[in-house]
């Protein structure tokens, strides 16, 4: 048995009662033991966090870490153009190592910036060299091999036969769900309703059920798509994932800017869950997400960074700013307080990913999946403590972390990670990236 105390912090609890602990926290192996007790038990590993806030594990329910290489090379591009002349030529240009070396690339960033829990989409292709990046570097996530069987426009390295993704993607299930201890599910993840036929989506929920895994696509994110999918299946998106038999808690919609009021009744009656990407929303001009109204009627709304070349980075203080920030205008200054936001990153991300009983908060018996935060610098303040929710959404910067942990495991401290050769992640990527710009016959 492994033992870590840490002592001398802040807590930021997000239990029930949302309480803030002066004190420490006791870990044994992966889990909490006690938090904010007055002795200091013995442990392997004394950390002494005076100064510091300790925060939940952030949580981003959609990520593309597939997507981290190309980095600044898709920009000021809308989605549909984004996707035909960038991205799916450069995803159908990957190979084993870029794929792994992407992930890394990713992975990296979502340590150092707090983020210890993800919902992931790969590409077509090479999804097993993602999954052993994320089994080798300790971060939580569910994430599956994207599907795309159909669609004008879409690559012929992309396109796929609909029974060898399925197969695919159910070999995939079959090997790696639940693996590392249960850090890491599958889920399925067909890429949106523009690139996959009515047989493979109807396989796909059924597929669902039967192992009971979740389901984490596209939806609403851009105009054009939806003009696309109302013109090729005589109805809107969540319209047509309700009649495929998609729609239930288990699936996952990432965007879910422009519903109208039928699919958000059903996204709210049916327990499908809504992912807000604000920043990459506004760099693709998709639009703003009605996200005050979801919270509103109930639904459960988390947030994602999507991928780094829509975005251009993974960083949950920028989105839990910006998810804030732009709802402003529109809805008054009190909408979207900083108290909300924090919950959408963490306790809605564990409800999204449907580990609320192990992370999303600090608690006796829950993960130690924790973030430590040095909010004593100068954009942050003076320091109170008396709205520290504020504090974390509207000043704190990823660059405040000081230590990510993962089951129990020091993922990122100071300004080293552990679990990734930062030297060579950074090396190989700028050299992987050339090779696969010229295979993909970008100019």
Known sequence: MSTTLIKNALIVTMNLGRDLVN??????????????SLTEPAADRVIDAHGQIVIPGLIQTHIHLCQSLFRGQADDLELLDWLKLRIWPLEGAHDPESVYYSALLGIGELFRGGTTSIIDM???????????????TGIRAISGKCMMDWGE???????????????????LLEKWHGGCGGRLSYAFTPRFAVSCSDQ???????????????????ASENQGEIALVEKERHVRN?????????ANGDLILAHCIWLDE???????????KAVHCPSSNLKLASGIARVPEMLKRGIRVSIGADGAPCNNNLDQFIEMRTAALIQKPQHGPTAMPAWQVFE???????ETMGLSDDIGSLEPGKKADLVMINLHKLHTSPFTGSNIYAQLVYQAKSSDVTLTMVDGKIVFEGDRLFTIDEHDVLEKSN?????????????
Do not use: W
């Open 23 to 36: 004190g420490s926290i006791y870990i044994e192996n992966d889990r909490i033991k006690s938090i904010g």
């Open 122 to 136: 790969e590409t077509v292709h090479h999804t097993e060299s993602a999954f052993e990046a994320i089994a080798e």
């Open 153 to 171: 426009g879409v690559p012929d390295s992309l396109l796929e036969e609909t029974g060898a993704s399925l197969r695919e993607s159910v070999d």
């Open 200 to 218: 493979l989506l109807k396989e796909v929920a059924a597929l669902s059920r039967q192992y009971q895994v979740k389901v984490h696509t596209h």
């Open 238 to 246: 969540v319209l047509y994932f309700e009649d495929l038999g998609m």
């Open 262 to 272: 039928r699919e958000m009744a059903i996204i709210q009656n049916s327990g499908v």
């Open 344 to 350: 959408m990153a963490t306790l809605n991300g564990a």
């Open 431 to 443: 050299r992987i990236i050339k090779r696969v710009y010229n295979r993909a016959g970008i100019n």
